[in-house]
């Protein structure tokens, strides 16, 4: 599994799979926008601003609970439809950011960063199952499973935030190569 994960975005880190991913990035941000008539923005006018329990950091019994309540019905089902958009969420962004880093290291000794988009899309699943059986099960909200459900949020933010920290030292390490080796050969030259 180990090397399928690191096969996968290796394979995928060229140019046209790259565009297709970003594309199928922004039609899932677009999505979550204000494609559908269930969007984000239609879910925090239900709530009062409160918006999805998936954009916080972490989250209590209490806080999930009175957002659940806060929704409504509708604001309940509409949520519902939102998640199975960001059913797919996951494996559109893991494959991009994974992709990404590919470009930038995978034939260094940093490969295995290419497995903390991997890592953050199975939190995230995780965490949108759970919260879709606690929507399910509203208003007997589990205490233990919005426990593990708020973990998967902040695992999924760690690793997310991870990921753009490798991306960014990627991307500087090949800036600061390219820089030297430029510099290399115009002083080679000027040298002649």
């Known amino acids: 599994m180990k090397e399928f994960l690191f096969l996968l975005p290796s394979k995928m880190a060229r140019l046209h799979w790259i565009s297709i991913l970003v594309v199928l990035e922004l039609l899932f941000l677009w ?17 009062g601003g409160l918006g ?64 903390l988009p991997f890592l953050a899309a199975v939190f995230d699943l995780t965490e949108n199952i759970l919260l879709r059986i606690g929507v399910l099960s509203f208003p007997n909200l589990d205490s233990a499973l919005v426990q593990v459900a708020s973990m998967a949020t902040f695992l999924k933010w760690v690793m997310l935030l991870l990921t753009l920290i490798a991306l960014i030292v990627g991307v500087t390490a090949r800036i600061v190569l390219w820089a030297k080796k430029h510099n290399k050969a115009v002083s080679g030259v000027s040298s002649n």
């Open 52 to 115: 999805m329990p998936d954009e916080n950091l972490f989250y209590s019994y209490n806080q999930l609970f009175r957002l659940f309540d806060q929704y409504g019905a509708s604001g309940r089902a509409l949520y519902l439809k939102l998640q199975w958009i960001d059913m797919g969420y996951p494996v559109v962004y893991s494959l991009l950011l994974g992709s990404l880093l590919a470009v930038f290291c995978k034939n260094s000794r940093f490969a295995w960063m290419m497995l």
């Open 31 to 47: 999505a979550f926008n204000g494609l559908f008539p269930f969007s984000i923005f239609k879910l925090k006018e239900l709530s």
